[in-house]
T-cell receptor, first 115, second 113 residues
Framework: KAGVTQTPRYLIKTRGQQVTLSCSPI?????VSWYQQTPGQGLQFLFE???????NKGNFPGRFSGRQFSNSRSEMNVSTLELGDSALYLC??????????????FGPGTRLTVL | GDSVTQMEGPVTLSEEAFLTINCTYT??????LFWYVQYPGEGLQLLLK?????DKGSNKGFEATYRKETTSFHLEKGSVQVSDSAVYFC????????????FGKGTKLTVNP
């Protein structure tokens, strides 16, 4: 079974631009979560989607948004990019939502560099 | 809010040495606990997990026991290999229906031959 895939793997943008990252979960998985990884702040939760609905959101500004499609694929968008948005963005999928015992499976990430 | 504290790295060991990476947590209720590993240039892989008190998770020679009385989930391996060199993250998933993981800062392990 294919794992979680993320596209693109690498992105270079300039300040003020916007970016869209894509995540395809493992087949059959309906829950998708996003995380930001930086050397300074570590791994921080961005948001969680299930059945096209955002179930939970981390402490990030409104420039960060996301959505989930009916096939469970998810996208996240960052508008008006800032230098501090440079990070590895990780997507994770799990079978269902609402069960904290479930394992989340991570993709390889999208490395975003903001110049 | 909930939090995870793990020992700061980096940790450098010789092959076949014993490994312990300490992890403690603060949480309301009964979280599930996880250890994830990240190899260079890759995403996170689940190493092991425990979902209730006194559960022991194990995988690839690594073990960790969910200790509610000490709010700990220390990672151990009896004999490390060069291939174990990676960054290890302790994490919890809060009770109450969210998939959100709260991570520790990570511990970088280097194993020398």
């Amino acid at each position: 079974k294919a794992g979680v895939t993320q596209t693109p793997r690498y992105l270079i943008k300039t300040r003020g631009q916007q970016v869209t990252l894509s995540c395809s979960p493992i087949s059959g998985h309906r829950s998708v979560s996003w995380y930001q990884q930086t050397p300074g702040q570590g791994l921080q939760f961005l948001f969680e989607y299930f059945s096209e609905t955002q179930r939970n959101k981390g402490n990030f500004p409104g420039r960060f948004s996301g959505r989930q499609f009916s096939n469970s694929r998810s996208e996240m968008n960052v508008s008006t990019l800032e230098l501090g948005d440079s990070a590895l963005y990780l997507c994770a999928s799990s079978l269902e939502a609402g069960r904290n015992t479930d394992t989340q499976y991570f993709g390889p990430g999208t490395r975003l560099t903001v110049l | 809010g909930d939090s995870v504290t793990q020992m700061e790295g980096p940790v450098t060991l010789s092959e076949e040495a014993f490994l312990t990476i300490n992890c403690t947590y603060t949480a309301t209720g009964y979280p599930s606990l996880f250890w994830y590993v990240q190899y260079p240039g890759e995403g996170l892989q689940l190493l092991l997990k425990a979902t209730k008190a006194d559960d022991k998770g194990s995988n690839k020679g690594f073990e960790a026991t969910y200790r509610k009385e000490t709010t700990s989930f220390h990672l151990e391996k009896g004999s490390v290999q060069v291939s174990d060199s990676a960054v290890y993250f302790c994490a919890l998933s809060e009770e109450g229906g969210s998939e959100k993981l709260v991570f520790g800062k990570g511990t970088k392990l280097t194993v020398n031959p």
